[in-house]
C-alpha cells in the first residue's frame, strides 16, 4: 500500500495540468483563506467588542454551540437553498464557503474574546490613569495583550478550515478533496490516502508558518509559558543569605 501511494505521488501526471497537484493545492488555499478572511472579518471586531465591554458574552457561548452542526449536511442543506436561485458557478462556491466560514468563527471569536478578557486590570486601569480614551485601551494595551490567545484561535481556526474544506469536492468543486472523492468513485486507495497526506501535510506547513507569525508579533513578555508562570507565582522568595547577615559589631 505504502509502495501505490509513493508511486500515485511522485507520477508525473500528477504534477501537471488542471487536475495535477499544484492547481488541487492553490485551490485548497483559495478556498481556505477566502473562509478564514471573511470570519476573521466578522468574528475578531466582534470578540474585541465583547471583551473590552463584557456585553453579550452569550454570543461567544452561542458560537461555541454552533460546532455541533455537522459540516457535511449544512454544505448541502445550503447548496440546496442556494443552488436554484443561482445559476454560475457561485452555486458551488457559496455554500462551501459558507460553511467553511461559520466553522471558523466560534475559535476565532473565543480566542480573541478570552484574550481581551485575560488583560491585567491593572494595566487597563492605568492606561485610563494617564488619559486614555476606550478605544486607545483597547488598540494600544488590550489588542497587544490579547495577541498570544487571539492568534492561538487563528491557528485552531486555520487547522480546521484546511481540514474541512475538503468537502467542498461533495458539490462539485475543486481541490485537495477531490483526490478523496474521485478516488473513493473509483475506488483507487492509493489516490486516497495521498491526497489524506497532502492535506495533513498543508495544515501543518501553514500550522507552522502561523506559529512563526506568532513568535515574531507577540511580545517576549506575553511569551511565557503558563506552567512556567505558575511556578514562579508558587515558588515563595527567599532571601539571599547575605541580605540576612548581621553587620560586625552590632
Known amino acids: ?3 501505490s501511494i509513493w508511486t500515485w505521488l511522485t507520477a508525473p501526471e500528477q504534477w501537471s495540468g488542471t487536475r495535477g497537484i499544484p492547481n488541487r493545492l492553490l485551490e485548497h488555499l483559495g478556498y481556505s483563506l477566502l473562509s478564514l478572511a471573511i470570519a ?12 473590552h465591554s463584557g456585553r453579550a458574552r452569550w454570543l461567544v457561548t452561542v458560537s461555541n454551540a454552533a460546532r455541533a452542526i455537522p459540516s457535511l449536511g449544512l454544505l448541502f442543506a445550503v ?9 454560475s458557478d457561485l452555486a458551488y462556491v457559496i455554500p462551501s464557503v459558507v460553511v467553511l466560514v461559520l ?13 481581551v478578557a485575560a488583560v491585567d486590570p491593572a494595566a487597563r486601569d492605568a492606561a485610563y490613569g494617564v488619559g486614555m480614551r476606550p478605544a ?6 488590550e489588542l497587544p ?6 492568534l492561538s484561535g487563528v491557528r485552531s481556526a486555520t ?3 484546511i481540514a474541512t474544506a475538503t468537502i467542498a469536492a461533495s458539490v462539485s468543486l475543486g481541490g485537495l478533496g477531490r483526490y478523496l472523492i474521485d478516488g473513493l468513485a473509483v475506488r483507487d486507495y492509493a489516490q486516497m490516502a495521498g491526497g489524506a497526506l497532502l492535506v495533513a501535510g498543508l495544515a501543518l506547513a501553514v500550522d507552522g ?8 508579533a507577540v511580545s517576549p513578555g506575553l511569551r511565557e509559558s503558563p506552567a512556567r508562570a505558575g511556578k514562579d507565582r508558587r515558588e515563595p522568595r527567599v532571601a539571599r543569605p547575605d541580605a540576612l547577615a548581621t553587620p560586625s559589631g552590632r
Open 209 to 216: 508558518a502561523l506559529a512563526l507569525i506568532s513568535r515574531y
Open 40 to 51: 476573521a472579518a466578522i468574528a475578531i471586531p466582534l470578540g474585541l467588542w465583547v471583551g
Open 136 to 141: 486607545q485601551v483597547l488598540r494600544d494595551v
Open 145 to 150: 495583550c490579547a495577541l498570544p490567545l487571539l
Open 103 to 115: 466553522l471558523a468563527i466560534p475559535p476565532l471569536l473565543a480566542g480573541t474574546y478570552a484574550g
Open 159 to 161: 487547522l480546521q478550515v
Open 79 to 87: 447548496a440546496m437553498f442556494v443552488g436554484p436561485r443561482i445559476s
Open 1 to 3: 500500500m505504502l509502495t
